[in-house]
């Protein structure tokens, strides 16, 4: 039986990447970005903010991509008592806001990223063109 399990996680360098992509794509769009990458184990790796952004927009973007590493899916899924439970039950650690992804390659999640700074749909839109923009697969 083994006694450690190996564990992909992004580079810094691509972490950095996602977040310049983010708040760039976001001003082209009008939309003044807050960005989050974390690694699997839901550690900040990378955080960016656009000039200007709303600053409760920090925490939202944190916990996007933490909810995002953690379950493995774009955040925005959760449905019933489970939207609200699931939040109060982390501590607000988890979200269901739309606007994180886990960013994946090679069919192996390295990590998530959270963006915030606009309306659930343009963040979730956003963080769909960082993926591209890195080259990492798209995620639903």
Do not use: C
Not at 9 to 17: C, D, G, N, P
């Amino acid at each position: 039986m083994p006694k450690y399990i190996d564990t992909p996680t992004i580079t810094l360098e691509t972490a950095l990447e996602a977040v310049e992509a983010a708040v760039r794509i976001g001003a082209e769009q009008g939309v003044r970005v807050i960005s989050t990458v974390v690694d699997p184990g839901l550690e900040l790796v990378a955080f960016g903010r656009a000039d200007g952004a709303t600053p409760h927009s920090v925490e939202t973007s944190g916990r996007k991509a933490r909810t995002a590493a953690s379950t493995r899916r774009a955040t925005g899924w959760m449905e019933g008592d489970f939207a609200t439970q699931a939040p109060l039950g982390t501590g607000l650690l988890l979200t269901n806001i739309r606007g994180g992804v886990p960013i994946v390659f090679d069919g192996r999640i390295v990590g998530g990223l959270g963006v915030a700074g606009g309306t659930p749909s343009q963040d979730a839109e956003i963080a769909a063109a960082v993926l591209s923009a890195i080259k990492a697969e798209a995620v639903e």
